[in-house]
């Protein structure tokens, strides 16, 4: 089946621009998670959404970066007045989950990610 | 505060020899510990879940094994195709989220 689709695979802005990084999950998958990757670096988390909500936004460094779902599906995340240190490849996954109250215990599936270069 | 260190940073073998890379984490109540392949430009695939001391899992010529400290992943013969970013993650038993916290990888190349 299809796997967590990004788009656009690689986006280069200037400095100060905004810019707008998509994500469509597998179908039927309710958490969402929107990760960062930095030359060098692990995985940052930035945000999950469980449905349309976003219960844990922890991992957003400024108020530059936002993010929403629609129709517990697509999730759009935002970066305002683009930065370089905002360079980076930005990842989305999702996961099934189960049970009331929520199993945690199913891997995250990741997508191929946005490369973003501010230059 | 929830930490995955992953040795070494890179690793250099040539076809055959067998090796293991590690993962020492330090996490408030281990609900699951993770292992993902990532080639380049491409994003992490999963490989294994693990979540008791003494348990593990195998695929192919790779077996991970866990402890209450840390998590190895055995090579056996390995081939030039298992080249990749190999990366390990926590989950927390605290999280009501389920998010995955990363070590910062191990680098394969292996040599045919």
């Known amino acids: 089946g299809a796997g967590v689709s990004q788009s656009p695979s690689n986006k280069v802005t200037e400095k100060g621009k905004d810019v707008e990084l998509r994500c469509d999950p597998i179908?039927?998958?309710?958490?969402l998670y929107w990760y960062r990757q930095s030359l060098g670096q692990g995985l940052e988390f930035l945000i999950y959404?469980?449905?349309?909500?976003?219960?844990?936004k922890s991992g957003l460094p400024s108020d530059r970066f936002s993010a929403e779902r629609t129709g517990g599906s697509v999730s759009t995340l935002t970066i305002q007045r683009t930065q370089q240190e905002d360079s980076a490849v930005y990842l989305c996954?999702?996961?099934?989950?189960?049970?009331?109250?929520?199993?945690?215990?199913?891997?995250?599936?990741f997508g191929n990610g946005t490369r973003l270069t501010v230059t | 505060e929830d930490q995955v260190t992953q040795s070494p940073e890179a690793l250099r073998l040539q076809e055959g020899e067998s090796s293991s890379l590690n993962c020492s984490y330090t996490?408030?109540?281990?609900?699951?510990l993770f292992w993902y392949r990532q080639d380049p430009g491409k994003g992490p695939e999963f490989l294994f879940t693990?979540?008791?001391a003494g348990e593990e899992k195998e695929k192919e010529r790779l077996k991970a094994t866990l402890t209450k400290k840390e998590s190895f992943l055995h090579i056996t013969a390995p081939k030039p195709e298992d080249s990749a970013t190999y990366l390990c993650a926590v989950q927390a038993r605290s999280s009501n989220t389920g998010k995955l916290i990363f070590g910062q990888g191990t680098t394969l190349q292996v040599k045919p």
């Open positions: 959404f469980q449905g349309n909500s976003a219960p844990d």
């Open positions: 996490v408030s109540g281990l609900r699951g």
């Open positions: 996954a999702s996961s099934s989950l189960v049970g009331e109250p929520i199993v945690f215990n199913s891997p995250l599936h």
């Open positions: 693990l979540y008791s």
């Open positions: 179908s039927g998958h309710t958490a």
